[in-house]
């Protein structure tokens, strides 16, 4: 039997500081959407991102029409100011959750994974610790529901969408950091060590399918880094250089499994390894 682990005071109020910015997150995007529904309703068009709309208010409200009345220019005026009292408000909490993520060892290891800053380092420190209740990576993946679901009959294995299992905000910021890896850090993904594996997954996979897939494999890296008490670092493994006469063939020794190297010279094989 398995038991949840308990977490530190510390663990709770960085869990606490998460839980309150995730809150104020939502809060300020459900003020931007009410901001840009009611410009819309007068036929007013801001260009999608947060950014675009945060440049053209000042110049709408401040350009006197008849699309707006003065009444929804004072509505729209206020909701502007719960914009920037929420924002704000997320810049403190941001910054007190850096700060602590810049004392913690642990979440300094886990900043060296690409794609992982102070706030995703910190939120899986504050929900798992270090790690130790999960025995492997792929274990970890599980549980934050980024693996497909398995629908298994007969000799038929089907796998589903992912289970979007457990805890959905730290599931929602590796994925935003797969993101990352993948639209901001294209130039270095040789430098990680995952040029390879991305340059295969784009050739077969949706470019959403991708960023879920590489989503799961960052948390592996980071339940490893976090686990061992290791940063990450990539080292290139250099191919050991390959004899002329020796070559892989069938075993034909004690051991019938697999490949052995037998060696062949001038033709002949006594079939040892």
Same mark, same amino acid.
Not at 78 to 99: F, K, N, P, V, Y
Not at 164 to 189: D, E, M
Not at 191 to 213: D, F
Not at 230 to 258: Q, T, V
């Given at each position: 039997?398995?038991?949840?682990a308990?977490?530190?005071?510390? &663990?709770?109020? #960085?869990?606490?500081?998460?839980?309150?910015?995730?809150?104020?997150?939502g809060?300020?995007?459900?003020? *931007?959407? &009410?901001?840009?529904? $009611? #410009?819309?309703?007068?036929? *007013?068009?801001?260009?999608?991102?947060?950014?675009?709309?945060?440049?053209?208010?000042?110049? *709408?409200?401040?350009?006197?029409?008849?699309?707006?009345?003065?009444?929804? #220019? =004072?509505?729209?005026?206020?909701?502007?100011?719960?914009?920037?009292?929420?924002?704000?408000? *997320? @810049?403190?909490?941001?910054? @007190?959750?850096?700060?602590?993520?810049?004392?913690?060892?642990?979440?300094? =290891?886990?900043?060296?994974?690409?794609?992982?800053?102070?706030i995703? !380092?910190?939120?899986?420190?504050? %929900?798992?610790?270090?790690?130790?209740?999960? !025995?492997?990576?792929?274990? $970890?993946?599980?549980?934050?529901?980024?693996?497909?679901?398995?629908?298994?009959?007969?000799? =038929?294995?089907?796998?589903?969408?992912?289970?979007?299992?457990?805890?959905?905000?730290?599931?929602?910021? $590796?994925?935003?950091?797969?993101?990352?890896?993948?639209?901001?850090?294209?130039?270095?993904? @040789?430098?990680?060590?995952?040029?390879?594996?991305?340059?295969a997954?784009?050739?077969?996979?949706?470019?959403?399918?991708?960023?879920? %897939? #590489?989503?799961?494999?960052?948390?592996?890296?980071?339940?490893?880094?976090?686990?061992?008490?290791?940063?990450?670092?990539?080292?290139?493994?250099?191919?050991?250089?390959? =004899?002329?006469?020796?070559?892989?063939?069938?075993? !034909?020794?004690?051991?019938?499994?697999?490949?052995?190297?037998? %060696?062949?010279?001038q033709?002949?094989?006594?079939?040892?390894?």
């Amino acid at each position: 039997m398995k038991f949840v682990a308990t977490k530190t005071a510390d &663990q709770l109020d #960085l869990q606490a500081l998460h839980r309150v910015r995730e809150r104020l997150v939502g809060q300020r995007t459900g003020v *931007i959407n &009410q901001i840009r529904a $009611f #410009l819309l309703e007068r036929g *007013i068009v801001v260009r999608q991102g947060l950014r675009f709309l945060q440049a053209e208010l000042p110049t *709408i409200l401040s350009t006197r029409s008849d699309a707006l009345s003065p009444r929804m #220019l =004072r509505l729209i005026e206020a909701l502007a100011g719960d914009w920037r009292r929420l924002g704000e408000r *997320i @810049e403190d909490i941001s910054g @007190e959750i850096e700060a602590l993520a810049r004392q913690d060892q642990a979440c300094e =290891r886990l900043m060296t994974v690409p794609g992982i800053g102070p706030i995703i !380092s910190s939120a899986m420190v504050a %929900a798992i610790g270090s790690g130790d209740a999960f !025995s492997k990576g792929r274990d $970890f993946g599980a549980w934050l529901g980024l693996v497909p679901q398995q629908i298994s009959t007969g000799d =038929r294995t089907i796998l589903g969408s992912i289970s979007k299992r457990s805890n959905r905000y730290l599931r929602a910021l $590796f994925v935003q950091a797969a993101w990352v890896v993948l639209v901001k850090l294209g130039k270095k993904w @040789e430098h990680y060590g995952l040029s390879t594996w991305i340059e295969a997954a784009k050739k077969r996979l949706h470019h959403n399918v991708l960023a879920t %897939a #590489l989503a799961n494999k960052l948390a592996r890296i980071a339940w490893a880094v976090l686990h061992k008490g290791r940063a990450f670092e990539c080292a290139k493994i250099y191919a050991l250089p390959i =004899r002329p006469n020796l070559i892989l063939a069938p075993c !034909s020794g004690p051991s019938r499994r697999g490949l052995c190297a037998q %060696a062949r010279w001038q033709g002949h094989c006594d079939g040892q390894p």
